[in-house]
């Protein structure tokens, strides 16, 4: 089926205050969802996958574990990355400052495909990126790479795990340079180039935006659980006092 922009934004915003949860902007993690679901990835499949876990967290700050010179590493205690990738950003612009190069390590967290429109925004700051995740299942690995002053990166998918570290991990760097990444990339077994997501999202604002039926429903049913418990706690209230 198509939906829109907007339909997307409003359903996810529903269903992730359905949580209620206490770290997390809703509307950010809606525009996260819409913008991957645009661009072709599978937006609302991975929401809906990452919705049971999301449920169950435990609302915990992020731990910095390790300060560096140009790096540093942040402890996300199985949290969810959509619930913290926004803040975490700012912040690490911040310590980048005037730095040419600036590396973070994520651990424990998940939900690694919705950092898509996050570190795509970086175009607008013209920092480059290149980001790295192992998976737990098929594609194994997945590279991630924005040059500078490009709206849209190259995907790299493997489907072998590339890097030794934990499939709960990402990896992401950003430098006032592009990246070299011919060593990176040499054995990699799909890609989706920056063209490709180019006209994908292009295809998106001018005919719609195409989602599964079964996923669509799948959220839809997430969005209305809000409207239940609010009608239910409504009816209570209106009995009470």
């Given at each position: 089926m198509i939906v829109s922009h907007n339909e997307i934004v409003t359903m996810v915003n529903k269903a992730f205050l359905g949580m209620q949860r206490e770290v997390g902007e809703a509307d950010l993690i809606a525009s996260m969802v819409a913008e991957l679901q645009m661009a072709g990835l599978n937006g609302i499949l991975h929401f809906n996958n990452a919705s049971p876990f999301i449920l169950s967290e435990r609302d915990v700050a992020i731990d910095i574990i390790y300060q560096g010179e140009g790096e540093v590493r942040l402890d996300l205690h199985g949290s969810s990355l959509v619930c913290h990738l926004p803040a975490v950003m700012d912040y690490v612009i911040e310590k980048m400052g005037s730095r040419n190069h600036f590396k973070v390590y994520l651990q424990n967290c998940h939900n690694r495909w919705?950092?898509?429109?996050?570190?795509a925004k970086l175009a607008a700051k013209g920092i480059a990126c290149l980001a790295k995740w192992d998976n737990g299942s098929a594609p194994k690995?997945?590279?991630?790479?924005?040059?500078?002053r490009f709206v849209?990166?190259?995907?790299y998918f493997f489907n072998e795990a590339q890097a030794n570290y934990n499939t709960n991990d990402m990896v992401i760097e950003l430098s006032t340079t592009n990246f070299d990444i011919e060593q990176d990339i040499q054995y990699f077994d799909r890609k989706v180039s920056t063209d490709e997501l180019y006209a994908t999202h292009q295809r998106a604002?001018?005919?719609g935006i195409y989602v599964d039926d079964g996923q669509w429903a799948t959220l839809k049913k997430s969005a209305a659980a809000i409207l239940v418990e609010n009608s239910e706690a409504s009816s209570k209230g209106a009995g009470g006092i």
């Open positions: 919705l950092a898509y429109s996050e570190l690995h997945t590279i991630f790479t924005l040059d500078r849209y990166p190259d995907l604002w001018k005919e």
